[in-house]
């Protein structure tokens, strides 16, 4: 039997959707917080669950109960906050990765206390033979995994990962050996 409160709203009795909302509120904004880390973005998500579910209210079936449509809504609604955050997330990695090899390729001043090692490094790292500098791009300017590495330079896992172990051992030693030298020559 069609709910007579939801067919006032599709005729336009907006106070019949404050009835909706006053009724659905306190569970909706429980059940965002559940499915989200921060109360504030909860009690937002519930807010935006409501304005879509009256732009779409002419599609529910009135033959079901309103409180698990609205949790529906929610749900779809916090998977894609948390997707988008996920996705936030990674390319905030991926600019501090980006921001890394920025520092590295600019230099230092000196009066940077690590100017000297960075320096180092930079120039062990112009000695190294380009696939190898492919790897470590990969690994740590791309912030790739190894799998996703080894794909994308089309080695192997193994082979990838104990070039990686040998090539910290060899830029450890370059950068020792150029800084024993008194510098970056």
Same mark, same amino acid.
């Given at each position: 039997?069609?709910?007579?409160?939801?067919?006032?709203?599709?005729?336009?009795d907006?106070?019949?959707?404050?009835?909706?909302?006053?009724?659905?509120?306190?569970?909706?904004?429980g059940?965002?917080?559940?499915?989200?880390? #921060?109360?504030? $973005?909860?009690?937002? *998500? /519930?807010? @935006?669950?409501?304005?879509?579910?009256?732009?779409?209210? =002419?599609?529910?079936d009135?033959?079901?109960?309103?409180?698990?449509?609205?949790?529906?809504?929610?749900?779809?609604?916090?998977?894609?906050?948390?997707?988008?955050?996920?996705?936030?997330?990674?390319?905030?990695?991926k600019?501090?990765?980006?921001?890394?090899?920025?520092?590295?390729?600019?230099?230092?001043?000196?009066?940077?206390?690590?100017?000297?090692?960075?320096?180092?490094?930079?120039?062990?790292?112009?000695?190294? #033979?380009?696939? $190898?500098?492919?790897? *470590? /791009?990969a @690994?740590?300017?791309?912030?790739?995994?190894?799998?996703? =590495?080894a794909?994308?330079?089309?080695?192997?896992?193994?082979?990838?990962?104990?070039?990686?172990?040998?090539?910290?051992?060899?830029?450890?030693?370059?950068?020792?050996?150029?800084?024993r030298?008194?510098?970056?020559?």
């Amino acid at each position: 039997m069609p709910d007579p409160l939801i067919q006032r709203i599709l005729d336009g009795d907006r106070e019949a959707y404050a009835e909706v909302v006053a009724a659905h509120q306190d569970m909706l904004v429980g059940y965002a917080g559940f499915l989200l880390p #921060d109360r504030d $973005l909860a009690e937002e *998500l /519930a807010h @935006r669950t409501f304005i879509r579910a009256f732009e779409q209210l =002419a599609d529910f079936d009135q033959e079901r109960e309103l409180g698990p449509w609205l949790r529906a809504i929610c749900r779809s609604l916090a998977q894609g906050e948390l997707t988008r955050r996920r996705r936030e997330l990674h390319n905030l990695g991926k600019a501090h990765a980006e921001l890394r090899l920025q520092v590295l390729a600019a230099g230092s001043s000196e009066d940077d206390a690590d100017g000297d090692r960075l320096a180092a490094l930079r120039r062990c790292l112009e000695g190294l #033979d380009q696939p $190898l500098r492919a790897l *470590l /791009a990969a @690994r740590y300017g791309d912030g790739c995994a190894v799998a996703e =590495a080894a794909a994308r330079l089309g080695r192997s896992v193994t082979w990838v990962t104990t070039t990686l172990a040998r090539l910290r051992e060899r830029l450890r030693g370059c950068i020792e050996s150029r800084l024993r030298l008194g510098g970056t020559a």
